[in-house]
């Protein structure tokens, strides 16, 4: 059993009409509704609960973390930043959606700006399959087409992905690396473009494959975690520096 806490600042949907029309319960009571379906152990979290619900507490039985930001990445505290940070080195997997992509435990993570083009002109979005041998896209065709999606185009400042999964195309002319993995310490990262606030991207059934496959292929593995600082040598060695003979 894979436990997941899905994570959203929960603002837009609050303030904003569309958001709320598309999303009444919040993005992440939608992606939790469907991935209880699913049979993951789901909790959910918000930025203005207390420590933004990331206590110590819940992230130790957290397997996977999925994350959906955007007005308030700034609001997120260095300090909960830092102990996400830890945990995923530790080995706790990231999928990270949208316009999390500018939020600040991934631009950690990557060390870039991770900045790119946008427009928001209800274009369709076409999101091709790239990597047809990887787990990430079991169930996926060659495309996944939706309807209505914010525009996001390169250059992508991010680092050259481990993995390259997606490459989607709008209809103004852009491609964009959709979806993409990375490593970290112990733990496995997957960025996927999908998820504007007012589009109900997260109820297409691709999506919702696609981030189900995300949290499968993140899900921790059983390696120890590295010891790091000072090491005693494992063998004998002389004043000299050698090895004792």
């Given at each position: 059993?894979i ?31 469907f ?10 979290a ?51 959606l949208h ?5 600040k435990?991934f ?14 002109a209800?274009?369709n ?14 169930g996926?065709g ?5 309807e209505?999606?914010?525009m ?5 400042d991010i680092?050259?992905p481990d ?11 852009e491609?964009f ?5 990375y490593?970290?310490g ?30 499968r292929?993140?899900?921790?593995t ?5 010891v790091?600082?000072?090491?005693e ?7 000299l520096?050698g090895?004792q003979?």
């Amino acid at each position: 059993m894979i436990h997941v806490t899905v994570w959203n600042e929960f603002r837009h949907e609050k303030i904003d009409s569309k958001a709320k029309e598309v999303y009444p319960e919040g993005i992440h009571q939608q992606i939790a509704t469907f991935l209880e379906e699913d049979n993951f152990t789901v909790q959910t979290a918000t930025l203005d609960e207390i420590e933004h619900g990331l206590t110590l507490e819940v992230l130790e039985n957290t397997d996977v973390l999925v994350w959906w930001g955007h007005i308030a990445h700034q609001e997120v505290t260095d300090d909960i930043v830092k102990r996400v940070h830890q945990r995923v080195l530790e080995g706790m997997g990231l999928v990270v959606l949208h316009s999390a992509h500018m939020s600040k435990i991934f631009m950690k993570l990557m060390g870039t700006s991770c900045d790119l083009k946008w427009r928001e002109a209800e274009e369709n979005c076409r999101i091709w399959n790239v990597n047809p041998s990887h787990p990430i896209v079991e169930g996926i065709g060659e495309y996944i087409e939706l309807e209505k999606e914010e525009m996001y185009g390169e250059h992508f400042d991010i680092p050259a992905p481990d993995e390259l999964i997606f490459i989607s195309w709008y209809p103004g002319g852009e491609v964009f690396r959709s979806g993409c993995t990375y490593r970290r310490g112990n733990g496995k990262i997957f960025y996927f473009q999908p998820g504007h606030e007012t589009y109900p991207s997260f109820y297409n059934e691709g999506v919702q494959k696609v981030i189900r496959n995300g949290i499968r292929w993140c899900k921790p593995t059983q390696n120890s975690y590295p010891v790091y600082g000072h090491h005693e040598p494992l063998e004998t060695i002389s004043e000299l520096g050698g090895r004792q003979q």
